[in-house]
């Protein structure tokens, strides 16, 4: 009878450690794809665009405007289309988005209601947690790391 308590007592022990150990990975690998809450981007320091959204993006080739845009990015969109736009695959590489100012429209469209297909959500809608000045800060971010 011992040796049973013995045995039973040691493989609840190892049980014990291997659900703990699954528990701690899992939460390892959901921290390296970061939080997936949207990140607040500070835009005090551009041109305030109010409440009319733009069609062209305001902030072309605005040094400030790409710094804040590239810690934007990473922030808020790297999850799905990679650090520095490089995809890994679950969404497009936008370092192969059109730069014409008349594209500036449809990728402001894309990112303020998001994408859907057939009911299912390839991105979400960013209007209401980024700002206009944030989104325009990533496109013109986004402009610099074009590849073609």
């Known amino acids: 009878m011992h040796n049973y308590k013995e045995t039973l007592a040691r493989g609840l022990r190892v049980g014990a450690f291997t659900a703990a150990f699954a528990c701690?990975?899992?939460?390892?690998?959901?921290?390296?794809?970061?939080?997936?809450?949207?990140?607040?981007?500070?835009?005090s320091s551009l041109k305030q665009l109010g409440a009319e959204w733009q069609t062209v993006n305001p902030y072309r080739d605005n040094k400030e405007a790409?710094?804040?845009?590239?810690?934007?990015?990473?922030?808020?969109?790297?999850?799905?289309?990679?650090?520095?736009?490089?995809?890994?695959?679950?969404a497009p590489d936008l370092r192969l988005l059109d730069l014409e100012p008349e594209t500036d429209e449809y990728f402001i469209g894309r990112?303020?209601?998001?994408?859907?297909?057939?009911?299912?959500?390839?991105?979400?809608?960013?209007?209401?947690?980024?700002?206009?000045?944030?989104?325009?800060?990533?496109?013109?971010?986004l402009e610099t790391v074009r590849e073609k």
């Not at 790409?66 to 679950?90: K, P, T, Y």
């Not at 297909?117 to 209401?128: I, S």
Request: charged share 15%; proline share 4%.
């Open 24 to 43: 701690a990975a899992a939460a390892g690998v959901a921290h390296a794809h970061g939080d997936v809450t949207p990140q607040a981007v500070d835009t």
């Open 66 to 90: 790409i710094r804040i845009g590239d810690s934007a990015f990473n922030q808020n969109c790297a999850r799905c289309h990679g650090l520095g736009a490089v995809s890994g695959g679950i």
């Open 111 to 141: 990112v303020r209601k998001g994408v859907t297909r057939n009911g299912a959500v390839y991105m979400p809608p960013f209007e209401g947690t980024l700002s206009q000045e944030a989104m325009w800060a990533i496109r013109a971010w």
